[in-house]
C-alpha cells in the first residue's frame, strides 16, 4: 500500500557531498517518522538517521553527526539525506525507511513498517 523510492546514489570522491531523495505514495505521508538505513557487503543494516512526522525533531547516529543532515518536505511526499564530507567507510546501499506508528526506538529495524529498494552510494579514497 505504501511505495517508497530513493534515488540520488551514485559515485562520489572523498570529501565530496550527495543529496539522498525518498518519494513516497499510495499512504499518509505526513503522519508518518521515517528513516534512513545503510548496509555495506557482508554488514547488518545499520541506522542513519530518523526524522518525526512535522520534522521537529531528528536522530543521528554517532558517526554521520555533523556531516548528515535529514530533512522532509510533507508538501512534497518527500524525505532527504544530505551527505556531505563522504569518507570511505560511508560506501553502503541506502534505505528509506517509513514508520506508521511508533512501537519501539526510532534506531531500530522493526520500528519501521514499509521499505525503499534502496540506492548505492559509494565513496572513492
Known amino acids: 500500500q505504501v511505495q517508497l523510492v530513493e534515488s540520488g546514489g551514485g559515485l562520489v570522491q572523498a570529501g565530496g557531498s550527495l543529496r539522498l531523495s525518498c518519494a513516497a505514495s499510495?499512504?499518509?505521508?505526513?503522519?508518518?517518522?521515517m528513516g534512513w538505513f545503510r548496509q555495506a557487503p557482508e554488514k547488518e543494516r545499520e541506522f542513519v538517521a530518523a526524522i518525526s512526522w512535522s520534522g521537529s525533531s531528528v536522530y543521528y547516529v554517532d558517526s554521520v553527526k555533523g556531516r548528515y543532515t535529514i530533512s522532509r518536505d510533507n508538501a512534497k511526499n518527500t524525505v532527504y539525506l544530505q551527505m556531505n564530507s563522504l569518507k570511505p567507510e560511508d560506501t553502503a546501499v541506502y534505505y528509506c525507511?517509513?514508520?506508521?506508528?511508533?512501537?519501539?526506538?526510532?534506531?531500530?529495524?522493526?520500528?519501521?513498517?514499509?521499505w525503499g529498494q534502496g540506492t548505492q552510494v559509494t565513496v572513492s579514497s
Open positions: 525507511a517509513a514508520m506508521v506508528k511508533r512501537l519501539y526506538s526510532y534506531s531500530q529495524r522493526r520500528s519501521y513498517d514499509y
Open positions: 499510495g499512504g499518509a505521508f505526513t503522519s508518518y517518522s
